[in-house]
Structures are given as C-alpha cells and as structure tokens.
C-alpha cells in the first residue's frame, strides 16, 4: 500500500484509523493533535502553545476563549450530570487561563427516544451551575439525530471571559524552587464515573468533583506575580498535566505521595479497578505552580474556600531535567509516565 504525506510531512497509509485513546488526554492524543492540528492551526496565532484557553486581543481587553464537548457516560452520575459538567468543564478551562468567566455558548445534539424528563432535569443543572458561577448562556443550538446515530446526548459549550490584569502564566515562568499545589482530593470524577458505570457496589459515598474553580483563581490573583502555571487535571490527571509541563524541558518535578490527598472511597475504586488515581480526571479541581515565597498565602486562601478546603502543597520543582518523580511513603522512587491512551473513555 503506497503512503502518502501530510501536511507535516509524516508518511501515513490509508490503514490508520481513529482509536478510542486518541481522545483520552494521554500520549495518543497528544501526538494526533500535534501531527494534524496544530500542523494546521497551531503554526501561530492564539493556538500556539495548546492553551485551554486562547487570549484574544480587542481594542484595549484581552479576551480568554475556550470550547469543548461532553459525551459522558452515564448522563447522570453520582454528583453531578453532563450538564453541571458542561458548564464546569468550560468555564473551569476559561478561569485556568487566567480570565473571569462571563459568557457561554450551548449546543446539543440529542438522539431521537430520549425522555423529555432528562433532558428537563439536564438544562435544569445548566442553569443552576451558571446562575452559581454568574456567568451567561447567550447563544446556542439543537440539533436531534436519529436513533443509534448519538448515545442519548452530546453538549458542546464555548465560554468567553475577561483576562485578569497581571495574571500572566505560562511553562516557561516555571523555575527550580517553585511548588506545585493541587485544590483537593485527587481523581473523584473519574471513579465516581466508573463506579456508576460498572455498577460497584463498596458502600461508599463517593461523588463527582465537578465544580467550578473561578473562586481559586481569584484568590489566587492577589499574588499574581509568584503565580507561574494553572491547569484543572481532567483526562489523563495529574499524571498528564505535570508530564507535559516538564516534557524537554530543563526543570522536572518531585512530588511527595504522603501529601497528595486522595478521598478514601476514590482509592478503593481504584484499587479495585487497577487503576492509578495520578492518571484519573478531576472535574473540579486545579493545580497551580507558584514562587515558593507566596505558596502559604494562596494554601491559606484556599482552603478558606469550600472547594479549596483540601488545597495541599504536593510537590516542587527540580534540576532533574524533564521527569516527574514520585517519592513513595515507603521512601522508594518512580517515575510518573503520561498514560498512552484511554483508560477512562467516556469520563467528560
């Protein structure tokens, strides 16, 4: 079979096909966004660089510009549904880059049987997360697809929001010396999802983490000059985040596994399942890289704050050019890989 060449200049043969992992937030996901996206799209402009969100520059504002879609499975789950997540998802990647959240667009596509209570119960939470949040639905679209051609609902929302003055991040403010912070408990959307997937019964209470993440910021903000990166860990976790922050880079990362907080009913999913909580999507939750001088005011500000009640310093910043350590409790050492490909599909 003869290859043919793309944009990028890769060989490829006609034989490729889309796999499940390629949407999973791991290595496959990355290399496709790389090779055929950012090839087109990516060269320069707002792209450059993957931001959750792009700044767009209008008249003398910056404007911070996300989308992105939600196929959850199933649409109600423990702690929230696809329509609490639609909103939290957006506007957590808007608030993440630096902005306030102000404006949301909405789009649905529904399959043909879906009960008109769900759908009731759906747009519903849409409203009680953005009256929460304060931020607007102001444009949208519906479209309905016959049976077997959606699984029950898709949403896509785009948020809009205005560039908080001096809040300037980005990998490259990053230096030796800095601590990474994480808000909470680590990896509860992902296993409460699998949990109501798979239909586990442990006699737990575990719930999504999905929430917004605009109030950290905030207060975040006051110290904006020691404020070096953000990012809300949904697929692939923290694992994927903090891999890609050190990736040829000449700064690595030590994280010390006696403070990174995990909710005990999200760990024994996990260890029922085999999977590592590092690789497992949080919907609520952030982690920031900050100057080490101002990191006990932002805990302290944090944990003031019901979604920061949990905030932990978990690791800092090192020499050891492009890896992320694990120090284990036993006083062992490994390595932090980024997952390949999907291990939670279907989670967001």
Known sequence: MQPITNIRGDQVTDTERILLGH??????????IDREIVTRFGVEG???????????????????FSTDSFVVSPLEFPGGDIGKLAVHGTVNDVSVSGAV???????????????????QRILDSIKEAADEIGVK???GDTKVVARGQCDRLF?????????????????DRIMQGDVVITSGTLGDHGMAIMAAREKLTLNNDLQSDTGSV?????????WAHGVK?????TRGGIAAVLGEI???????????????PYNPDARAVSEVLGIDLMHVACEGRMLLICDSKIAGNVLKAWKALPEGAGAEIIGEVTDDNGRVILETQIGGKRMVDIPQGELLPRIC
């Not at 102000?102 to 209570?117: N, P, Q, R, V, Y």
């Open 23 to 32: 949407g999973g937030g791991g290595k496959l996901s990355r290399n496709l």
């Open 214 to 222: 605009h109030r950290l910021v905030e207060a975040a903000s006051k």
């Open 101 to 119: 959240p102000e404006w949301l667009s909405l789009a649905l596509i529904i399959e043909e049987g879906l009960e008109m209570k769900v759908l």
């Open 155 to 171: 949403i896509n929302t785009a948020g809009i929001g205005r560039k908080i003055p001096g809040l300037e991040t980005g990998v």
């Open 246 to 260: 050190v990736e040829d880079r000449s700064f690595g990362i030590v994280l010390k596994e006696e403070k990174i």
């Open 46 to 64: 707002p792209l450059v660089g993957l931001p959750d969100g792009a700044q767009l520059q209008i008249g003398k504002e910056t404007l911070v």
């Open 137 to 139: 639905v102001v444009t």
């Open 229 to 233: 990166f953000m990012r809300d860990p």
